[in-house]
């Protein structure tokens, strides 16, 4: 709001003016210009219009050209880590200077917290590259700077986050991942313009050198995407709501013989709860059928190529035939809507939930909540 309330950049006069800046932020903007009435001023004020966290200043004194040693029009961020300060190169236009400052206000490598995400997830750049490494390590120092040194490289088309594999706070991401912190130190790739999609080096030692083959592979298209699977259990098939993972849900979804019935679910999710007794009944209902299965698969720890899951629980029919065809359910979770769907060959009982349905349904689910606490706080934290 003050940022907003005042103009879009301040006016330095003199060295003073720039240490001050300095002095109170950790991240700022600086253009020097010969001419206040120029294209190369309006479009850095224009730029500035972007930023409500980042101070834009301006200069036209000769002494500050001076001892900046600049000879021309000019913009520098300046920044309290990494190298200091990176120059701007290229045509001043409003665009170029939001994309140099989106780019070059993170550090090389950023570690993630509560603090930093909003920076992470809300810049520039859509592609990352994470490391899970314990701050305690004996080697943490000698691991980073090969980071570092890595991340050099792929400033403008990849961003560097260290996981601090040892806080509690990161359980959540090591789950998302599938990784043990006995498996840390690690790395792995995720894009977030695509639907979040995975990926995993061919070699977990931390070198320099590797990390830029991962990363230039990667950008390369050299890798496919890495979805994590828990093994078959041997007793995948033995109960009537039969129990899928990765590895055997392409086999087993995409029968051409079967019609396969698959509850997506979280194990921490109340309403897959509530859904639980419901499903494991219209499993028995359909235990002895020739050619329709019921199964369920833990989305937290199982990804499956076919089917992005962003809600919990996900209800999706796999009708028999070799089409690779997918239905969503979205009517009722009572046993007599799934039965209907089911009969009709996944027609009839596709209905939407009515609004009032859905309030009913999130009332009843908030009072049963209350009763699992422990359960919701986990569901917040995941």
Request: glycine residues 4%.
């Amino acid at each position: 709001m003050k940022k907003r309330m005042q103009p879009a950049v301040i006016i330095l006069e003199d060295a003073a003016a720039v240490q001050s800046l300095v002095d109170s932020n950790e991240v700022f903007l600086i253009g020097f210009f010969k001419d206040a009435q120029s294209t190369n001023v309006e479009n850095f004020t224009a730029a500035a219009e972007f930023f409500d966290d980042i101070p834009f200043g301006i200069t036209y004194s000769e002494d500050l050209f001076s001892k900046y040693q600049l000879d021309k029009d000019s913009i520098i961020l300046f920044k309290k880590f990494d190298e200091g300060q990176s120059n701007f190169d290229g045509e001043i236009t409003k665009v170029k200077i939001a994309n140099f400052v989106n780019i070059h206000r993170l550090p090389l490598v950023i570690e993630f917290n509560e603090q930093t995400a909003p920076k992470i997830f809300g810049g520039h750049l859509k592609t990352h590259l994470l490391l899970f490494l314990p701050k305690s390590s004996p080697d943490f120092e000698d691991q980073i700077n090969n980071f570092k040194k890595a991340a050099e490289s792929f400033r403008e088309k990849i961003l560097f986050i260290l996981i601090d594999s040892d806080r509690s706070d990161n359980e959540g991401v090591l789950n998302f991942f599938a990784l043990r912190k006995e498996e840390c130190p690690t790395m792995r790739i995720i894009s977030m313009e695509s639907e979040m999609t995975k990926y995993k080096p061919d070699s977990d030692e931390l070198t320099p050198e590797n990390i830029k083959l991962f990363c230039k592979q990667f950008l390369e298209g050299k890798f496919d995407s890495h979805l994590i699977s828990q093994d078959v259990p041997d007793d995948w098939d033995k109960e009537p709501v039969k129990i899928l993972v990765g590895k055997n849900f392409e086999k087993v979804a995409f029968d051409k013989n079967m019609n396969v019935f698959v509850n997506f679910y979280a194990p921490w999710c109340p309403q897959c709860k509530k859904l639980a007794p419901v499903w494991d009944k219209l499993g028995e209902a359909y235990k002895d059928h020739k050619n329709i299965i019921i199964a369920k698969i833990d989305s937290t720890v199982n990804e499956v190529e076919s089917v992005i899951v962003h809600n919990f629980p996900t209800l999706k029919y796999f009708p028999a035939g070799s089409d690779r065809k997918i239905i969503e359910y979205h009517g009722a979770r009572t046993l007599e809507s799934f039965q209907s769907f089911l009969d009709s060959g996944g027609h009839e009982g596709r209905r939407e939930v009515s609004r009032l349905e859905v309030l009913k349904e999130a009332e009843e689910t908030q009072l049963e909540d209350e009763d699992e606490e422990g359960d919701v706080q986990t569901e917040k934290k995941t």
